[in-house]
């Protein structure tokens, strides 16, 4: 039995015992200044549509929407074992659903929540935007190591239908993170979810567009 196994293992028995920690252990360090974010995903999307803004501005006004066309990516070792589910209101909306993440022949059930926000702030871009993903909510072996996922996005217009839509995601680190093999099981079911999001963020636009003669180029990279 390999030492990662082993550490899995031990972890694994720790973690059990905790499962039952609820959101509010957690809170105190939701404003925790100190906390550090990885960067993880740099994207772009090209628009060239009517009304780009138009689009833009109804899709950011509707989370929900967004996640409700957001397909999970699952790797070779990692299978849902209860669906997607999306609830609450058009603008702040919670996502739902259970990963099961294999190590060797040892498994463990991740829950995932998300409470998603959309805001509009300072910076660079014609139009700027953060979308925040409090996961405080889901099982302590993934707060304990990252609780918060956030998508900043930047639009530069080049002409009314024409422009480019910035949007890099980021990660930032719990309350008890420690480098080893768990953070790293964690940080790749979290980390596979940045492309899909990205990609449902140009679904909805080519939604919201509400016409046939729309390009929409998607194009984006992981960083290590």
């Known amino acids: 039995m390999s030492v990662n196994v082993k550490r899995w293992i031990v972890a694994l028995s720790i973690i059990g015992g905790a499962q039952a920690s609820s959101a509010s252990d957690y809170s105190y360090f939701s404003f925790w200044p100190f906390q550090t974010w990885d960067p993880v995903s740099q994207g772009t999307v090209e628009i060239d549509m009517p009304n780009a803004e138009e689009a833009l501005l109804r899709t950011v006004g509707d989370v929900r929407g967004v996640l409700e066309l957001f397909e999970p990516a699952v790797t070779g070792d990692v299978r849902i074992v209860e669906p997607k589910r999306v609830t609450g209101s058009k603008e702040n909306p919670r996502m739902t659903m259970s990963v099961e993440k294999c190590v060797g022949i040892f498994c463990q059930t991740i829950d995932l929540v998300a409470d998603v926000t959309v805001k509009a702030v ?25 609780d918060r996922l956030q998508i900043d996005a930047c639009y530069t217009a080049r002409t009314d239908r024409q422009g480019t839509l910035t949007l890099n995601g980021k990660i930032r680190r719990g309350p008890r993170y420690s480098k080893g093999t768990i953070q790293k099981a964690i940080l790749d079911v979290l980390k596979a979810q940045f492309p899909p999001m990205s990609e449902a963020f140009r679904k909805s636009l080519r939604k919201n567009a509400g016409q046939p003669n729309v390009r929409l180029i998607l194009r984006q990279r992981m960083l290590k």
């Open 122 to 146: 300072t910076g660079s871009c014609k139009f700027n935007w953060e979308m925040d993903l409090d996961i405080v909510r889901s099982s302590s072996m993934v707060v304990d190591q990252y």
